[in-house]
């Protein structure tokens, strides 16, 4: 929480711009949210609370400028040299180097399971895919907390992004009633409970109580799979053959047809399309410059170059900015 990277986060775009509204979400208020999600699931299971706060709070901190779009156009260029960009892999470079608070060493003083946790919680690894992440146990299933993660994340953005939505004037209580049956039963409440409320309650009513049915979903379906599983440690969730964080069954195609209804009405609509082509443009744009222009680097960086290749110097330099001061570097560098 006292890190550079994390407070860089406010000015990180979620899904919306904030030049729109003050009230839009960014990624630390998102990364807020994910938190408060994760650590009730983990108190309701009886789970390690602050190591689930600690990956929480540090899912994000790798994102680039413009989220996705950003990791998209700079794992493109990094592939012209062979090499990727993955926001989970660069978030551990972060705590492990680039933030510098300590005499004694470099990086943040976390532990080993939550750096494993920050290189695991989104997917498994596979053995011998990245020796760098070896020593991260490619061969178990990272510690249920660090399970948690990705499906509290899911929870967070799917339920946010609507309130947002809504805010924008893109979508409707309506629009998402017939076409998911299941928010349709929960509109159908609301309406009853509170008829005369205005619709922007209404629709804030629904959206709490998606949230309710989501984690309490995300509570059963893991409960019901570690008493299946038979696993009674750490060490047995670690040798399980799959998963055992999930969504029961009556959560589960909620959040499925959630994501694509966001998919279809928000996340591909014309307005929000054509800023990540602009930005998707505008960060090809000044990867390039850098690698023509290295001297114009900061300095701590140029002085870099001697222990790793130019490329990687660029992206990492990249990938620190905010939305905000990337635009400013971008108008300085190439004028526009």
Not at 197 to 211: G, K, M, S, T
Not at 272 to 280: H, I, P, V, Y
Not at 305 to 315: D, G, S
Request: with cysteine; aromatic share 8%; charged share 25%.
């Amino acid at each position: 929480m006292h890190a550079r990277a994390f407070r860089r986060l406010e000015n990180k775009t979620q899904v919306f711009a904030p030049a729109k509204s003050d009230h839009f979400r960014n990624r630390l208020t998102h990364t807020i949210e994910v938190s408060q999600i994760a650590r009730t699931v983990a108190s309701y299971l009886g789970l390690d609370e602050d190591l689930t706060e600690a990956l929480a709070l540090a899912h994000d901190i790798g994102h680039p400028p413009f989220g996705h779009t950003g990791e998209r156009e700079l794992n493109r260029q990094m592939e012209a040299f062979g090499d990727r960009f993955d926001h989970n892999l660069h978030a551990l470079r972060l705590v492990e180097h680039f933030e510098q608070r300590y005499a004694l060493f470099p990086g943040l003083n976390l532990t080993f399971e939550v750096r494993e946790g920050m290189v695991k919680h989104s997917r498994d690894l596979i053995p011998g895919e990245d020796p760098t992440l070896d020593e991260y146990l490619p061969h178990e299933r990272p510690p249920l907390e660090a399970q948690l993660i990705d499906i509290a994340d899911e929870i967070a953005y799917n339920t946010a992004d609507l309130d947002d939505a809504q805010s924008a004037g893109l979508i409707t209580a309506d629009d998402l009633a017939r076409e998911i049956p299941e928010f349709a039963a929960v509109k159908e409440t609301i309406d009853t409970q509170y008829p005369g409320a205005n619709e922007r309650i209404q629709f804030l009513e629904c959206v709490r109580r998606v949230i309710d049915i989501l984690g309490s979903s995300l509570i059963e379906g893991t409960w019901q799979a570690a008493i299946a599983s038979g696993a009674e440690t750490s060490d047995d969730v670690r040798r399980q053959p799959e998963r055992l964080v999930r969504l029961s069954a009556k959560g589960e195609p909620l959040n499925r047809a959630l994501k694509a209804f966001l998919m279809r009405h928000v996340y591909e609509h014309p307005t929000l399309l054509e800023g990540r082509e602009t930005s998707t443009s505008a960060v090809g744009d000044l990867f390039q410059f850098f690698l023509s222009q290295p001297d114009q680097l900061p300095e701590n960086y140029q002085e870099e170059a001697n222990y790793q290749p130019l490329h990687r110097l660029v992206c990492d330099y990249i990938a620190g900015m905010t939305d905000g001061y990337f635009w400013r570097v971008h108008q300085s560098m190439l004028g526009g």
